[in-house]
């Protein structure tokens, strides 16, 4: 098992920036990607953003690419989402995922194993 661990949420004015933080630890050898994810109030959660661990191939959804950036830090087991451009539509509350198992299908939440309790990102207009 993983346990994941997000920070860096906040208030944050439309235009701005933020960058989310998210610890691993436990079985981190066995991480083949990870994920961010995010729910926004009364809509399903949805995916943002992918690595895979061993590659650095990263992935995006469409409504974030191109203002945001996801990278990872082997030697700290953490990742990060750099969002910047902030619209009021990105306000949620984003999840960091972990999956062990091979997959292509990185947008999918249940190819994801273990989850953070996620951090609020609200964006004011």
């Known amino acids: 098992q993983v346990q994941l661990a997000e920070s860096g949420g906040g208030l944050v004015q439309a235009g701005g920036s933020l960058r989310l933080s998210c610890a691993a630890s436990?079985?981190?050898?066995?991480?083949?990607?990870l994920g961010w994810f995010r729910q926004a109030p009364g809509k399903e959660r949805d995916f943002v953003a992918a690595?895979?661990?061993?590659?650095?191939?990263?992935y995006y959804a469409d409504s974030v690419k191109g203002r945001f950036t996801i990278s990872r830090d082997n030697a700290k087991n953490t990742l990060y989402l750099q969002m910047n451009s902030l619209k009021p539509e990105d306000t949620a509350v984003y999840y960091c995922?972990?999956?062990?198992?091979?997959?292509?299908?990185?947008?999918?939440?249940?190819?994801?194993?273990?989850w953070g309790q996620g951090t609020q990102v609200t964006v004011s207009s």
């Open positions: 436990g079985r981190t050898f066995s991480i083949y990607r």
């Open positions: 690595i895979t661990w061993s590659t650095n191939n990263t």
């Open positions: 995922a972990a999956a062990i198992a091979l997959s292509s299908r990185f947008y999918e939440q249940r190819m994801y194993s273990d």
